[in-house]
């Protein structure tokens, strides 16, 4: 049995904010890509002029998914008894005589920022092109030094974001990958700005963490480390990593970047990309083939199990309705579902 907390908390998603639907090359001219998003069947597309379109992937007349018919020009024909729905969803051919008043499709507001789809699930009218989230500082950095991944993962979006939120697992769950100790002699530091938080760690006269210590130009000397976690919601973890020697200036250390990007599919299962960039040996291709090796197996092979077995020890329950015993090094995440909480209550009373 769910308790009223978890429907509360596990088992509504946050509609008026912008999800990532994938990467812009997903999605060629001409192609249809089916996907779900917070347990809804999605079709996108692109119109003649390139701009993407998505519609509920259900046809209103006998529910046939509309991803299995063709593109004729801007509008999509299902593929059971052809009816044609431009990209608002509007029926605009019925080739067996007049167009009945229900066949319309919903459709859903996408944006293309970055090489990254966005989509809109709540209310068109709702849907603000100006809070598309901007990683524009990302998609500069030269191609030779920026790499892209996905991991779909079995469990909730939500413990997803716990994870990456959560800087004290890097010592455990990583150590001999990402540890070295910075991780838990350092308390983040957490604060809110907007409807966002920043969880901010730093240590100063150690060295760096193995992964960076490497890559400095003279390995083995003090830096300032600093690991900041920037939460937008629903989403997004923005990532800003910079390794510099003490007394140094900050171009002479290391610098990444990088993006954890994730979209609920269903309550027990999420769309989840990463993408990696860096500002220091930017025509070094083979750098970031090796960087991109190395966090791929350790997102694959340290991160995803542990996550997804929490998803299988806590069935529909939501983590923060099993009453988990809460560390200091939490505080993160319990402001992230402090502001998620605020922004499902503001949705669901109307509010902007
Ligand atoms: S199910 Fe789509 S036209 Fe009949
Ligand atoms: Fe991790």
New binding site residues.
């Given amino acids: 049995m769910r308790s009223a907390a978890c429907r509360e908390g596990c088992m509504v998603f946050l509609k008026n904010c912008w999800y990532m639907a994938g990467w812009s090359e997903e999605l060629p001219a001409g192609a249809l890509l089916a996907r779900t998003f917070l347990e809804q069947p999605v079709v996108l597309f692109r119109r003649g002029d390139g701009r993407p379109a998505a519609l509920l992937d259900r046809c209103p007349h006998r529910v046939a998914p509309l991803s299995r018919g063709t593109l004729v020009g801007d509008t999509l024909r299902c593929i059971y008894h052809g009816l044609r729905f431009d990209a608002a969803g509007q029926c605009v051919e019925n080739p067996h005589g007049a167009i009945p008043a229900k066949a319309c499709v919903q459709g859903f507001e996408v944006a293309e920022r970055d090489g990254i789809l966005w989509i809109w699930m709540g209310e068109r009218t709702a849907a603000d092109p100006a809070r598309v989230p901007d990683l524009s500082h990302m998609a500069r950095v030269p191609a030779a030094a920026q790499s892209r991944g996905s991991m779909p993962s079995a469990c909730h979006y939500q413990l997803i974001v716990d ?2 939120a959560d800087l004290s ?2 010592e455990y ?2 150590a001999t990958t ?1 540890g070295g100790g910075a991780f838990v002699e350092n308390r983040p530091v957490v604060s809110e700005s907007g409807d966002e938080v920043v969880i901010e760690l730093s240590s100063h006269g150690r060295n760096a963490p193995p992964v960076y210590d490497r890559f400095l130009p003279q390995p083995g000397v003090p830096v300032d480390f600093v690991n900041r976690v920037t939460w937008v919601p629903a989403g997004l973890l923005k990532l800003d990593i910079s390794v510099t020697p003490l007394g140094m200036p900050r171009e002479a250390g290391l610098q990444t970047f990088n993006a954890h990007i994730v979209t609920p599919e269903t309550r027990t299962s999420s769309h989840y990309w990463y993408w990696l960039t860096r500002e220091y040996r930017q025509d070094d291709a083979e750098m970031t083939r090796l960087r991109h090796e190395l966090m791929t197996r ?2 694959i092979e ?2 995803k199990p542990i996550i997804e077995a929490q998803q299988r020890l806590l069935g529909e329950t939501d983590l923060f309705d099993a009453a988990p015993a809460l560390l200091a090094t939490d505080a993160g995440s319990i402001r992230i579902r402090r502001i998620m909480k605020q922004l499902l209550v503001r949705e669901r009373e109307g509010r902007a």
């Fill in positions: 994870n990456v697992h890097v769950l990583h990402l350790v997102f340290e991160d």
